[in-house]
């Protein structure tokens, strides 16, 4: 049974009684007395005079939820109305074109962007390409020497580098770019190495145990050699 139906029953059952007393109730010579109207109608609002509160109760907290749930939907449609543009606003920031600093030679080739220089005519390219560091060094890219297993510089060649170097771009002559294929050094029995001798590759003879080498694969720069100078910087 509803909470709400037992003031409702009880109050009924007791205007019951009461009628049911009044009805049994020996009657006396002179004695008896009959309620009035108006007595019966104050011991009707008496019993009722309950449930109307319980009733006047109930009408309050439905008021009061009312209340509280009414403003609800325009506050989901304001959250939503912020959340909406959010993604847009994401996948405009990640698409959004960075400006950086690029280095230039005379010519406008973009050699990569500025890392930075130092006092020895040494400019530190980073080209994202290769996700690899670029040494122009008077104003050209230094070289340096492979070396093989090999007798005839044939097969897997090797580069002889410092630790602070495995990120760089070697490059043994004009066109001839190399990059680390391991980020860890080893050791070499050489047999034979090559290098940019008197403006041609050469490859000699060279047995020798070389340490401090890392394998290398050919790659090739987003520019060419010779690099014109003087070198330029510009912001875009």
């Keep these: 049974m509803r909470p709400y139906f037992k003031p409702i029953l009880l109050t009924a059952s007791l205007l019951l009684f009461l009628l049911f007393l009044v009805a049994k109730s020996p009657v006396k010579a002179g004695a008896a007395h009959f309620p009035t109207f108006e007595e019966v109608q104050q011991m009707i609002t008496n019993a ?16 009061n939820l009312e209340t509280t749930v009414t403003p609800i939907p325009s506050e989901i449609a304001g959250i939503q109305a912020t959340l909406t543009p959010i993604p847009g606003q994401i996948a405009a920031l990640q698409n959004a074109t960075r400006k950086t600093l690029h280095v230039l030679d005379a010519n406008n080739q973009d050699l990569g962007l500025y890392m930075w220089d130092d006092d020895n005519l040494t400019t530190y390219v980073f080209i994202p390409s290769l996700n690899r560091r670029v040494i122009i060094q008077d104003f050209q890219i230094p070289r340096t020497v492979l070396f093989f297993s090999t007798p005839d510089c044939s097969g897997t060649p090797y580069v002889q580098v410092n630790p602070n170097q495995l990120n760089d771009v070697y490059s043994v002559a004009p066109g001839n770019y190399y990059v680390a294929s391991f980020n860890s050094r080893t050791g070499l029995n050489a047999q034979s190495r090559q290098a940019w001798i008197s403006n041609t590759l050469s490859c000699g003879s060279y047995v020798a145990g070389v340490g401090g080498v890392v394998q290398v694969t050919s790659v090739n720069l987003p520019f060419s050699e010779p690099i014109a100078t003087p070198l330029q910087f510009r912001y875009q």
Excluded at 48 to 63: F, K, T
């Design 48 to 63: 009722l005079s309950p449930v109307q509160s319980s009733i006047q109760a109930l009408s309050n907290r439905v008021s």
